[in-house]
């Protein structure tokens, strides 16, 4: 068996700020290479890993000269798990697709060899997985890929490299090279090369999870901004535009439609426009049988109230009619954050909140709507 050892501190360096906040301390990159798909039938030739030693940024590669070479090989991993936990609480495992390949496939390999109780002492509360795969699955109709595979995601991100095999067309290559390990430097140098490229963009593949951050909070709101228009009916309306100053950097620009409203995420900052409406809305009451509908008004009150009226100028309130108007300035709203809501008609999807004249001057209230827009889209992603 093989260990490689590399010092990639220098490259590290070269790498956006982002991936530096997210690859921290206690962070282990992961990546295997194996002799087929079904981890009951196939074995790990190769684990590629990239962690923090000290000040420096180390690339290992634990190598099987043999597939008898296994054992010892996964012994190894294991260790390095170990000593990481032992400097840190905690260890974040990052992978692309690895809570369904990587780590079950580790698993499944080592119940070969080692107790049950071993394997699950490495793998306890301590370790999480930091899936990126499974991160930006949740985010598809986000990014809009024409898919999430690894390659793919690399092109977005502007990273273009070229394989001369993939990791399927491996499998022959090191089943070539255990014939004679001896005289198959060319193939050994194949095998070790992919592997490397695989973890070192995997590294770079964090640049992606920018978006997650900025959409979980990592924003500072800087300025809002009205604008008014005219609309297709020659009608004017007037929309607010919310810069947020990102504390992650994206690396790409993305434009996304939620609902009715529209944000942009470009470099460091990230612009909501939101459309105000101007006008009357209607408060559905959720107990309308307390309420009684007044058709010359056109507006419900409580039976409390209505027993003054003649019972010809009142009439029991349904759900739909169970309603009081408010004239006044209006911001949408996406989730129960807001107690009392609005509704052009009871059938409306989209509900209003009354602002004032207090709420477009208060920092604190606009910080808490940009809040309630993006929890709202986390909400929908499914992102925690």
């Known amino acids: 068996m093989q260990i490689i050892n590399k010092d990639i501190t220098k490259h590290y360096h070269l790498l956006s700020s982002n991936i530096k906040k997210i690859f921290s301390e206690n962070a282990i990159i992961i990546d ?29 590669q634990l190598f099987c000269d043999s597939l008898d070479d296994e054992k010892e090989c996964l012994l190894n991993f294991f260790n390095l798990l170990k000593a990481q936990k032992e400097k840190n609480d905690s260890i974040k495992l990052i992978t692309f697709n690895g809570d369904h390949f990587d780590i079950p496939f580790i698993k499944q390999r080592a119940e070969n060899y080692f107790e049950e109780s071993f394997i699950n002492s490495t793998f306890n509360h301590s370790i999480f997985s930091y899936d990126i795969f499974k991160k930006i699955s949740k985010l598809k109709s986000f990014f809009n890929l024409e898919n999430y595979k690894q390659k793919t995601v690399e092109n977005f991100l502007g990273i273009n490299r070229i394989d001369t095999y993939n990791g399927g067309e491996l499998i022959d290559v090191y089943k070539n090279y255990v014939v004679d390990p001896s005289n198959s430097s060319e193939q050994l140098e194949l095998l070790l090369q992919h592997n490397h490229d695989d973890v070192i963009y995997l590294l770079s593949l964090l640049d992606i999870i920018s978006y997650e951050y900025i959409l979980t909070g990592e924003y500072t709101l800087s300025n809002v901004e009205q604008n008014t228009y005219l609309d297709i009916n020659n009608t004017q309306q007037i929309e607010l535009f919310f810069t947020l100053k990102n504390n992650f950097i994206v690396p790409n620009t993305i434009n996304y439609r939620y609902h009715n409203i529209y944000l942009k995420f470009n470099n460091n900052q990230t612009t909501i426009r939101v459309p105000v409406y101007c006008g009357v809305l209607k408060h559905f009451y959720s107990d309308y049988k307390n309420y009684y509908f007044l058709e010359n008004d056109g507006y419900a009150i409580h039976s409390s109230l209505a027993s003054f009226l003649p019972s010809d100028k009142r009439k029991k309130a349904t759900a739909r009619t169970a309603y009081q108007l408010k004239e006044g300035i209006f911001l949408p709203t996406f989730n129960d954050d807001f107690e009392y809501t609005f509704k052009h008609d ?15 001057s208060n920092y604190d209230c606009l910080c808490k709507y940009v809040y309630h827009i993006t929890k709202s889209i986390c909400s929908e992603l499914k992102i925690n």
């Open 32 to 60: 295997i290479e194996t002799t087929g798909f079904s981890s009951k039938f196939s074995s790990i030739y190769l684990i590629g890993m990239i962690y923090k030693q000290a000040d420096n940024i180390i690339l290992t």
């Open 346 to 360: 009871y059938d409306s999807n989209t509900t209003y909140f009354l602002t004032d004249a207090n709420f477009f």
